[in-house]
């Protein structure tokens, strides 16, 4: 068969693959962009080799295990009874317990639930720890709520999900409005209701079982990630002017990081515009964002109002001159506009540190525009990576130190970029690391679910 022929027949199969999956999952877009963003590049991958096909490996990986759906009732301050919708879903457990975060956001439907599921898969495969993938959470808003109000809340969602949840069977941690404030709540209702002290949740605070560094991880573990692209291309992050986007847990810790490696972050921000520092922002000016959002629960324009040389203005930090981009704060932030506009001002590497961050167009902008493209299921694998090592201390009953944790995070990242260059690295142009990591990630499940037969 000729090459040509096999890249047709690919693409043939492709299509009428996804056209299963979007019957399957109506109205769910943004699952269906996650599934269509790894079959492309699986598909190739597999075309010589039969036993993925046979035994139907990318339909079954498609579909979840479980979902779990349920009603959280919880009382506000002014005794109303407020109803919201709370999930879990159970995506893969082939290689370990399910393991991902919860979300609490008013955005929260279970297409976006399912997505970031099956993305976990096989990020959570490429960390080399035995853990399978789950997401869950809620469309409650925790903007504007006192903390009375979300600890109510936590207590309620978890007096339900308790029953599904367990060190062996599904550790879920944090993601978008759920920080440690919120772990410690849940944890502390998941003891009460079962009268047993395990490592249920990860991302706790250190006083009661979690890790050190688990906070920092995934920031830092991007820039981990962004400096070895760098490296593989003969680069450094000395230097590099760096566009942030995001001023939560992962964003301010992914600046805290580039600043530490003589980068400047030039640019945060949240839902209501950016933030925009000429020479890079201080340690200081990222302690005080980090107390704005921790602390305060205020807007990022106040740091234009606290510190001279930063300024705000609406909209995303993509029209700003830089040399890599950092997406860190929701998915479909960057669309092909946006890529356009980064590869006109020069950007040459975006590393996703938000899940799903770029469109598909912006994504082949990238890939095919030659820019060093690292996908979120690489970049952003240090947060789940810290958990897993948060699990095996939580078994152990020890605990490691943060230099230790620091060089098992730094080796992590070199792993998991390292697994990319090998499936990814192509004899004519730059490493795919989108394809790198998505048929690294996939390899290992796909092999286990073979073990178990048709299961
Ligand atoms: P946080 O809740 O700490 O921060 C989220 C940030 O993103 C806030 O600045 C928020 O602004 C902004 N944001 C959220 N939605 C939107 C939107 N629709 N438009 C513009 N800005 C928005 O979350 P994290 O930092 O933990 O998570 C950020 C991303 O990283 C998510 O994609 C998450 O899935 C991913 N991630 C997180 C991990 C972790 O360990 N925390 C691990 C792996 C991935 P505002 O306050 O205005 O809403």
Redesign the pocket.
């Known amino acids: 068969m000729s090459k040509a022929h096999t890249g047709s027949k690919t693409k043939e199969y492709l299509q009428r693959y996804m056209e299963g999956v979007e019957k399957r999952n109506p109205g769910q877009p943004e699952f269906c962009q996650a599934v269509y963003e790894v079959a492309s590049t699986i598909f190739p991958y597999i075309a010589d080799k039969p036993m993925y096909h046979e035994n139907q490996i990318l339909e079954r990986m498609a579909e979840p295990e479980r979902v779990i759906s349920f009603r959280v009732p919880w009382t506000d301050d002014e005794g109303r009874i407020r109803t919201n919708r709370g999930w879990r879903v159970q995506f893969n457990s082939a290689i370990g317990p399910y393991k991902g975060?919860i979300?609490f956001?008013p955005?929260v439907n279970e297409s976006i639930l399912k997505f970031?599921g099956f993305e976990q898969t096989f990020k959570n495969s490429l960390t080399g720890l035995p853990m399978g993938g789950g997401k869950g959470g809620s469309n409650f808003n925790p903007?504007g709520k006192t903390d009375n109000e979300v600890m109510r809340f936590c207590q309620s969602f978890i007096t339900e999900l308790y029953r599904h949840i367990g060190e062996d069977t599904d550790v879920p941690?944090?993601?978008?409005?759920?920080?440690g404030r919120e772990i410690g709540y849940m944890f502390g209702q998941y003891k009460r209701i079962t009268n047993r002290f395990v490592g249920v949740l990860t991302?706790k605070g250190i006083e009661f079982g979690g890790s050190k560094m688990?906070t920092e991880?995934?920031?830092y573990g991007a820039i981990f990630f962004l400096r070895n692209m760098l490296e593989q291309h003969k680069e450094s992050m000395e230097g590099q002017r760096v566009l942030i986007?995001?001023?939560?847990?992962?964003?301010t810790h992914a600046a805290e990081k580039c600043l530490q490696l003589g980068a400047k972050p030039l640019t945060l921000?949240?839902?209501?515009g950016f933030v925009y520092c000429a020479d890079g922002f201080t340690q200081e000016q990222i302690d005080w964002v980090k107390e704005l959002?921790n602390v305060r629960r205020g807007?990022?324009s106040e740091a234009a109002d606290e510190f001279k040389n930063i300024d705000f203005s609406e909209g995303?930090p993509w029209g700003v001159e830089g040399d890599c981009a950092v997406p860190?704060?929701?998915?479909n932030?960057v669309d092909g506009k946006d890529a356009k506009i980064l590869m006109k001002n020069g950007v040459k590497a975006v590393a996703e540190?938000?899940?799903?961050?770029c469109e598909q167009d912006a994504v082949d902008a990238f890939v095919d525009g030659g820019v060093m493209f690292g996908p979120?299921k690489a970049v952003?694998?240090g947060?789940?990576g810290v958990?897993g090592l948060e699990m095996s201390q939580n078994s152990a009953r020890i605990a490691w130190s943060e230099d230790e944790l620091r060089k098992l995070l730094e080796n992590m990242m070199k792993d998991i970029h390292d697994s990319c260059v090998q499936y990814g690295e192509s004899k004519s142009g730059p490493v795919n690391y989108l394809a790198g990591a998505n048929v690294a990630g996939f390899v290992k499940v796909a092999d286990a679910m073979l073990s178990y037969g048709h299961v």
Do not use: F, W, Y
């Not at 986007?245 to 964003?251: C, E, P």
């Not at 921000?269 to 209501?272: A, H, I, M």
């Not at 540190?353 to 961050?357: C, G, K, T």
């Open positions: 975060g979300r956001h955005s970031l903007k941690a944090g993601d978008i409005g759920v920080g991302g688990r991880a995934t920031g986007s995001g001023s939560g847990n992962v964003a921000s949240d839902s209501g959002k807007r990022i995303r860190s704060a929701t998915q932030e540190a938000a899940n799903m961050p979120a952003n694998a947060g789940v958990s």
